[in-house]
Structures are given as C-alpha cells and as structure tokens.
C-alpha cells in the first residue's frame, strides 16, 4: 500500500512539473534562457562533487549496516516485541530528521559545506567506536536499570522509559550525525539556485542505492 502512495505521488508530482514547463514554453517561446543563479557559498570541483556523491552511496551503505545491527543488538536485549522495534525505528528516524533540521539552520549562511560533510562523516565513526566497549556489556546495564521496576502493569511505561533511554544513549548522536550528511552533500553538489532539483537528485538517488546495498550485504553476508 505505501509503494503504490508513494508511486502515485511520483507520478503525480512529474505530471505536474512537465505541466508547469509546458505552460512554459507556450507563454514566453521566444524567451532567451535564464542565466542560472549560482549557489550561495563556495563552489567546487568536478571532481570533489563526484567524491561526494561516492561518499554519499558509501553514507547510506553503512548507514543500513548501522540500523539493522543496532536492530539485532537491541532485540538481544529489550527484546523482539513491536514495542522495542518501534522504540528503535523511532529513536533512529527521530535523530536523521533532528540532524537535518540543524544542517539547514547551520546553512542558513554560507558555508563550506564540504568540510562539515567530511566532520559529520568522521562524527559517526566516532560515535559508534566510542560505543563498540558498552555493547557487550549492554545486557547486564539494561537488566540492572530494569531490575529497579516492579513487574507490574503500572511499571509497564516505566520500563519503555528505560528501553527509550538505551536507544537513545547508543543510537543518538550517530544518527544526528548521519542526518546532517546528505543536506552537506547536497549543498556541494548544487551548483546553481536554479538546478536545486538535479543536485538534490543525484545525491539522494545514490544515498539510496547506497542503502538497498547495504541492507542486501548486510542481512543476507555479514549476518
């Protein structure tokens, strides 16, 4: 059902634009060509926009790797139930959206969007490395924080309070991190205000792919 909503709105959205360019070309056919906006900010080389489109597929890639291992780690300890793995789909969805919230207000002014995707890329590889000694010991924190609440129904929102809490110690900063990712990348990309679209485009369409990738070698070879 969402892949036909999604389609539909695709769809919709390409008879739109092909629409508007047509009314268009009907209202100004002898129109001479804008010349395009440049982006605010630095521009860049060819070959840096091609590193960062690489780097943005590598992104979403290991981004996958990230959320289906946290999922297997965190089942091992708060469980399989539909309470846990939407405590972890929320705690992980929460952190992109925050982290793209602050790229945007960081790049309110022009910046050199490069280098804070490069910080933001070498942030997630701390984050999860300064985290690699707690996991094996992750069972034994979450059962001495659990075994402060009663087994009662009353204790019960406590106790997803306590599970919200592991999430977010192992999977926050990360995630905010891999959020303020592609908004970097597409800045370096963009080169004109008037081909938004394009760059967007380009970035998001190779961090996908990235991700369909990561979650084939993932789930089905490194697990």
Known sequence: TFAVVNLAIGFIFIGLARHEARLRTESAPTATPATPTPAPGPTYTPRQIRWVIGAAAASGAVSMLYE??????????????????TIMLLTFIGGIALGGLL?????????????????????????????????ERLPFYFN????????????????????VLVCVALMFIPTVLIGMTLPFASQVVIRSVDRVGRGVGRVFSW????????AAVTGLVLI
């Open 68 to 85: 289906l291992v946290w999922t297997r780690l965190l089942a091992l300890v708060l469980g399989s139930s539909v309470h846990s793995f």
């Open 103 to 135: 790229a945007s207000r960081l790049m309110e002014e022009p910046r050199d969007a490069l280098r804070w995707f490069a910080w933001t890329e070498v942030g997630v590889f701390a984050g999860v490395v300064l985290m690699l000694p707690i996991y």
């Open 144 to 163: 001495v924080l659990s075994s402060f609440l009663g087994r009662t129904a009353t204790a019960f929102p406590l106790y997803l309070g306590v599970q």
């Open 207 to 214: 961090n996908t792919a990235g991700t369909v990738v990561g």
